[in-house]
């Protein structure tokens, strides 16, 4: 292989790929073992929860939202809410949240997150690593809104985080881990206590306790029954996927564009050959996914200002997950098109053109 074109065949959920990588997962920073951070992604959306532990060492959990920009980072609040106590009928206006603090997550590979946040008064910064991420998914009970149920694979081993309340209808979160069945299973929960919020990181003081056990069954619709006992309360959810969306593009032009990339340099026979082009612009931000004609796959990422002129760059990635610049692309928005030129590190070079195929609600429905 001489040269690889950057004619960016780009393929989504709308067609047969996505414009995003997936950084679905649990994540942990190795030097706090003992809390973590759960995401869930489609597209561009974030939804994600932070499992910790409060000023008196209690757990608590903190969720937040976001839409990853053209630096693939954003910020966002983080909020903490309080429910029905546990055993108590469930009535979905005792489900309060508030906001208690600030984060920006940057999304640095499929191997790291710098979270730098604010919270209660303290700052600080998680550098988070993959802990399971060969499978992750989100469900809720319909029923039962305000509380999930997060779960994450890596290898065989299945992780179960749980965002629920307590007797006294305060946050708590429960984990279980167990090697997974193909039908059912049945595992321990686990309750944790650790170093309080603003002390310095104590692993020993990480703590956990068995304090119920849950069944869990797939069903024929992909659902997942659940029969539990959490500190002597019994009682069922019946779990169904939860679905990220937090739709922030708001400008006109958001949306899908579909078009080509043709070659244009002298040198384009030792370049190969180019396809389909898709962009995803969400307000001022550009997502993409590039294919060359060795299957090799590229992300592109770029933004568009106040005057609709558009700039970004092409990415490749390497074995360990580490992103690195490839190129670069420029053009301008004018009504449902997007056009201009690209170029490779290569010597490769060439034009794109786009029009738009889809409206930023239909993608956040796919």
């Not at 008196?56 to 976001?66: A, E, I, P």
């Not at 469930?90 to 508030?98: A, E, H």
């Not at 579909?258 to 396809?275: I, L, W």
Request: hydrophobic share 35%; net charge negative.
């Amino acid at each position: 292989m001489k040269k690889i074109t950057l004619a960016l065949y780009v393929s989504m959920a709308l067609t047969i790929g996505t414009c995003w990588a997936d950084y679905s997962g649990l994540w942990w920073d190795p030097s706090k073992a003992g809390q973590g951070i759960s995401i869930i992604q489609n597209h561009g959306s974030i939804c994600g929860a932070w499992y910790l532990y409060d000023s008196s060492g209690k757990n608590m959990w903190l969720v937040f939202t976001g839409v990853l920009n053209s630096s693939n980072s954003f910020s966002t609040q983080l909020f903490r809410y309080t429910g029905p106590a546990l055993g108590s009928p469930w009535d979905v206006n005792q489900v309060k949240s508030g906001p208690k603090g600030t984060a920006t997550l940057t999304f640095n590979s499929k191997s790291s997150i710098t979270m730098n946040y604010a919270l209660d008064g303290l700052s600080g910064t998680l550098n988070l690593e993959p802990f399971a991420n060969d499978a992750a998914s989100m469900y809720w009970d319909p029923n039962k809104p305000g509380q999930g149920v997060g779960f994450f694979m890596e290898g065989r081993n299945a992780y179960l985080v749980w965002y629920l309340y307590d007797k006294n209808g305060e946050d708590m979160w429960v984990t279980s881990g167990t090697d997974v069945s193909p039908t059912s299973t049945t595992t321990n929960l686990y309750e944790f206590t650790g170093p309080a919020l603003g002390s310095a990181w104590d692993a020993s003081q990480v703590q956990s306790t068995v304090v119920g056990n849950a069944s869990l069954a797939l069903d024929d619709s992909g659902g997942i029954p659940i029969n539990y006992n959490i500190l002597g309360v019994p009682g069922t959810m019946n779990m169904v996927p939860f679905v990220c969306s937090v739709s922030q593009c708001t400008s006109p032009s958001s949306g899908t564009y579909e078009g080509t990339a043709p070659v244009t340099s002298s040198n384009k026979e030792e370049c190969g050959y180019f396809a389909q082009v898709v962009f995803v612009l969400c307000d001022n931000s550009i997502s993409g996914e590039a294919v060359d004609n060795f299957a090799d796959g590229y992300f592109v990422r770029g933004t568009v200002d106040s005057e609709g002129n558009v700039s970004g760059s092409i990415y490749t990635e390497d074995d360990l997950a580490e992103e690195h610049p490839v190129g670069t692309f420029k053009g301008a928005v004018s009504g449902d098109t997007i056009s201009g030129t690209w170029d490779d590190v290569w010597g490769c070079s060439g034009t794109y053109s786009v029009q738009k195929t889809h409206s930023a609600s239909e993608i956040l429905q796919q």
